[in-house]
């Protein structure tokens, strides 16, 4: 564990983490939904492993509705493709529906509307983070889970410049995600969803473990 001092803007994220925490426990009981820190997927033994295990099984045989969040290039589309494969749900890209030709953002009142029908379907995994450009709670209440990937600016960035070129607002916004975006939406899932499971992953490493075990999971639930 970890912790990184950004000034005010993490202070505010402590705040509106602990009220997500004291409203509701993470779905597998084992992330800590805080921006600073996450718990291992898999703790080595412990009164609490089997129970941990439990919750997580339930959810990954119940999951129907996947929100995805995080800053420019942390890999939220290669998240969502694999995700599609591993449940079978339909995965939508946002940006290529919320991007006019030009880069034209799409105005507010009709991003809303094209999100109401996004989410009038049964099943879906909804892939993007529009930063300041977004209505996320046209959304946030109709998921069952929140996947957000906090991982590190130089990460982040590095990927993005493989990428291609991309806009100054691109770059304000994936480099002041952790003091701008991010309490933004801690306070959006806070109030909007508080009853999805949050997952919060901060590295490659617990992604990969994360999904190897909602893989395991759902073989055993079939």
């Keep these: 564990m970890h912790s990184i001092t950004c000034g005010r803007g993490l202070v505010q994220v402590e705040e509106d ?9 993470t779905a597998i009981g084992m992330y800590d939904c805080g921006h600073l820190e996450s718990r291992s997927l898999c703790p080595p033994s412990g009164p609490s492993t089997e129970r941990a295990y439990h919750v997580f099984r339930r959810w990954a045989c119940s999951v129907k509705r996947v929100i995805i969040l995080g800053r420019g ?9 694999k995700l599609g494969k ?16 030009g880069l034209r953002a799409m105005a507010a009142a009709e991003w809303v509307q094209t999100q109401r ?9 909804l892939d993007g983070d529009l930063g300041p450009y977004d209505v996320l709670e046209a959304r946030l209440p109709a ?7 906090d991982f590190a600016v130089l990460r982040c960035g590095w990927r993005a410049l493989q990428r291609g070129r991309e806009r100054g607002d691109f770059w304000k916004w994936l480099i002041t995600y952790r003091q ?3 309490p933004v939406l ?10 999805a ?5 901060k590295n490659p490493k617990e992604l990969r473990r994360f999904l190897a075990a909602l893989e395991r999971n759902l073989a055993k639930g079939n």
């Design 17 to 25: 983490v602990a009220s997500v925490r004291n409203s509701r426990r």
């Design 73 to 81: 290039g942390s890999g939220k589309s290669t998240l969502a493709a």
């Design 86 to 101: 591993i449940t079978g749900l339909p995965v939508t890209e946002l940006d290529k529906i919320f991007w006019q030709p």
């Design 117 to 125: 029908r996004l989410i009038e379907k049964e099943k879906w995994i």
């Design 143 to 149: 998921a069952d889970t929140i996947i957000l990937l």
């Design 180 to 182: 701008q975006s991010l």
């Design 186 to 195: 801690i306070r959006a899932i806070s109030r909007f969803a508080s009853n």
């Design 197 to 201: 499971e949050l997952h919060v992953i």
